[in-house]
């Protein structure tokens, strides 16, 4: 059960609320807005301020959100077709970079984010309606900040969006569409005008709300990517940002790694900020049964089939120290085995085992890849997991700012800085190896880039030639799973000039580092332009 400071409460629509620090039940919930019919109180406030909270978590985990977008498009996992049956469609052309528009992956985002976008909208509409509330500015200052969250995705994904800041609009009224530069500009402006009305207490009440922390953790994400956003490095910048959260924020990294993602995870000393979950009260988190084959239910005497997905690819795992922690921490592979450490029988008499192998994106066996346990799996475990999304942590501040120094010419402070990322990991193991330098990470890649088939790398190009591809490795170990990778690869000039598995190189598609605007958008919106390279 979650801490009982966060509390969520159902609405009459379903929707699940975001409450902290209280247990009244009493408080007035609305399935609908009649115009003059309402009149709003300082105490429907968590209640009207809870939608446009409880979006982050489809925007995260819902399906075909986030979490698929940034990893599934990367080389670090894949799913692929298994056996002949389920699986493989789009999430194939996820991985080959051959998508066009209707692309689901960008249905999904979108549709999410603007989600989210309206419930702000509509939250600082209602809030408005109360009279003599007290901090009221700061109220939607809070609400700015969390919109700005919103469009900064939008910005990464899409560039050329609508900015929508209204949500009293005339019926029929179809928003202009927006450039990349305006889009920054305004992520920027309404992080700026929100920082000092935002709390920068590390209290249990501002647990999931966005703090002072982490807009400044927006604006350094934002500033990191700046040169592939608006073509203008902004390393300066970004370290500003983050030396205020890594000095001022109060946050230490957690003793072991793991303690990020367990199921009580809530409160740990590492998150900047976090989208709460709950199994009962705040679903949406399903990632074990996406992940794991059908076979591994009596390892976790799971509430159901896992659905046999998504996998690491081969070569990627290929590239952890056999001493890395994290290896062990995140990836389950090898013989398996029930809850009571009785072997995994398959009919045939052989017993289960996840293979580091992939034969093909296009036929893989149900046990081929290794599976992704990152986020603790309960005994029991439905599709619904507790445990919270450590969406900024204070390793992601840290790394931002290695890379900040090692872009601008300190690759000694950097390599301190991913030292003590790295300690916690090889402390049990071999703690010497937990040291790195300025020159490994200025140098290239570990990863053996090439086409990859059956176990072999054809057309090999290795990543010796990538620039400060030592430090894109640190991130790969460091942050897989959490939505990092599509962004990483781009901006260390990857994504479309690297192949790996079934995925071919083919820099002509660099395009494809920007999302096509979903045809089921353009066809409502006649102000709206497909981005450049797709299809109208």
Request: glycine residues 8%.
């Amino acid at each position: 059960m979650k801490n009982k400071n966060i509390i969520y409460k159902i609405l009459a629509s379903g929707l699940l609320l975001l409450g902290t620090g209280c247990t009244n039940l009493d408080e007035n919930v609305y399935d609908k807005v009649i115009g003059e019919e309402t009149k709003f109180k300082a105490e429907d406030l968590a209640s009207l301020m809870a939608p446009a909270y409880t979006s982050l978590r489809e925007v995260y985990w819902g399906w075909d959100a986030a979490f698929c977008l940034y990893e599934e498009s990367s080389d670090l996992i894949v799913t692929p077709l298994r056996n002949g049956i389920g699986w493989g469609d789009y999430y194939i052309t996820m991985h080959q970079h051959t998508y066009e528009a209707p692309l689901p992956h960008a249905e999904g985002n979108w549709a999410y984010l603007f989600g989210g976008v309206n419930n702000v909208n509509k939250a600082i509409f209602q809030i408005e309606q109360i009279p003599d509330l007290e901090n009221k500015d700061a109220v939607f200052q809070e609400l700015r900040a969390l919109r700005a969250i919103y469009y900064y995705l939008l910005l990464d994904n899409f560039r050329n969006v609508p900015i929508v800041t209204k949500y009293d609009l005339p019926k029929g009224y179809l928003p202009e569409q927006n450039t990349g530069k305006e889009v920054y500009d305004f992520v920027e402006s309404e992080l700026k005008g929100a920082l000092p009305y935002l709390s920068d207490k590390k209290e249990s009440k501002n647990y999931g709300k966005v703090t002072k922390w982490a807009a400044k953790m927006t604006l350094a994400k934002l500033y990191l990517n700046a040169e592939v956003y608006i073509g203008t490095p902004k390393w300066n910048e970004a370290l500003a940002e983050v030396n205020d959260v890594i000095n001022n924020g109060g946050f230490t990294l957690c003793t072991n790694y793991l303690d990020n993602f367990i199921i009580e995870n809530q409160f740990s000393s590492e998150q900047i900020f976090s989208i709460p979950f709950d199994q009962k009260k705040a679903g949406g988190s399903y990632w074990p049964f996406k992940t794991l084959a059908a076979e591994s239910q009596v390892t976790y005497e799971l509430a159901g089939g896992p659905w046999n997905g998504s996998g690491g690819i081969p070569q990627f795992i290929d590239t952890y120290d056999p001493d890395d922690q994290r290896l062990k921490d995140s990836w389950l592979g090898g013989k398996q085995f029930d809850s009571k450490g009785e072997p995994i029988m398959l009919k045939n008499g052989a017993q289960f085992e996840y293979l580091n192998y992939l034969t093909d994106v296009n036929g893989c066996e149900p046990n081929e890849g290794y599976r992704m346990v990152k986020y603790e799996i309960g005994k029991g475990q439905i599709a619904q997991l507790s445990n919270d999304v450590p969406f900024y942590r204070l390793a992601d501040a840290m790394m931002i700012k290695a890379e900040c120094l090692l872009r601008t010419g300190d690759a000694t402070g950097a390599a301190q800085i991913v030292t003590r990322v790295r300690e916690r990991n090889f402390r049990k193991t071999n703690p010497a190896k937990a040291t790195v330098t300025g020159a490994k990470l200025l140098g290239g890649s570990v990863y053996q880039y090439g086409t990859y088939k059956a176990g072999v790398i054809t057309n090999y190009e290795g990543g010796a030639d990538i620039p400060y591809g030592g430090f894109l490795d640190e991130l790969a170990w460091e942050f897989v799973g959490e939505a990092h990778r599509k962004q990483d690869l781009i901006r260390f000039g990857v994504y479309s000039k690297k192949s790996w598995f079934s995925k071919v190189a083919n820099p002509a598609g660099a395009f494809r580092a920007i999302l096509p605007i979903p045809k089921v958008q353009l066809e409502r919106n006649s102000n709206l332009k497909q981005n450049p390279g797709y299809l109208p």
